[in-house]
């Protein structure tokens, strides 16, 4: 069985600070983690994902997140946050396996809302 | 290069009413989804296909029935209309290996009245 927890429903910055957006995981064997925005009225896009290797994985929009195994999480930043960074993020994860499941798994989704 | 295309973007139906609504995709995936969306509840699958020809039950299947009959194309019906599938509906697309990740429709807006 796989899982993701995104703890926050909504997280606050202003604009030129840093932002974090928390994801933690569970999953039988190795992870496949992503990091998708949606905009509103858009389907999700893909920013990020973790496969294997360096555990600082860097994306689209000047976006990174940190694999953590030992903490199990992947939590996505960004060292300055912009007003138009301003959508929904979701973590997702699926297994490493061979014939591990086709379904990721998604978290339930946080707004990062960032103010001017 | 389009991706992934739903169609319609909007409908309103009423209650016992049917409908199909279509997703197309031009990657070769083997791999396609249908998810609902509602606030609160994050991303809720439906069902889902592994290839052509095959589908499966996911997270929340009842009232709705799915076809693959071409590689490109998933279909998802609602057999009789109800206002509890008032939603946003997804359909996604990915290929075979479990690190590649998923390609999303801009979404169906649907409402039963």
């Known amino acids: 069985a796989q899982s993701v927890a995104q703890p926050e429903d909504q997280v606050n910055v202003a604009e030129g600070n840093p932002l974090t957006v928390k994801c933690t995981y569970s999953?039988?064997?190795?992870?496949?983690l992503f990091w998708y925005v949606q905009y509103p009225n858009r389907g999700l896009q893909f920013l990020l994902k973790?496969?294997?290797?360096?555990?600082l994985v860097k994306g689209s929009y000047g976006f990174e997140a940190e694999f953590n195994k030992s903490q199990t999480s992947f939590h996505l930043k960004k060292p300055s946050a912009l007003v138009s960074d301003s959508a929904l993020y979701f973590c997702?994860?699926?297994?490493?396996?061979?014939?591990?499941?086709?379904?990721?798994?998604f978290g339930r989704g946080t707004s990062l809302i960032v103010h001017p | 290069n389009a991706g992934v295309t739903q169609t319609p973007k909007f409908r309103v139906l009423k209650t016992g009413q049917s409908m199909t609504l279509l997703c197309a995709q031009d990657?070769?995936?083997?791999?396609m989804y249908w998810y609902r969306q509602d606030p609160g509840m994050g991303l809720r699958l439906i069902h889902y296909?592994?290839?052509?020809?095959?589908?499966a039950k996911g997270e929340v299947p009842d009232g709705y029935n799915v076809s693959r009959l071409k590689k490109q194309n998933f279909l998802l019906g609602l057999e009789s209309a109800a206002p509890s599938q008032t939603s946003v509906y997804f359909c996604?697309?990915?290929?075979?290996?479990?690190?590649?990740?998923?390609?999303f429709g801009d979404g169906t807006r649907l409402s039963i009245l």
């Open positions: 997702a994860v699926r297994d490493h396996r061979r014939g591990g499941s086709y379904i990721p798994t």
């Open positions: 999953v039988s064997g190795n992870p496949y």
């Open positions: 973790y496969i294997t290797g360096d555990n």
């Open positions: 990657m070769n995936h083997e791999y």
């Open positions: 296909s592994v290839g052509e020809g095959t589908t």
């Open positions: 996604a697309s990915c290929g075979q290996t479990n690190n590649q990740p998923q390609h």
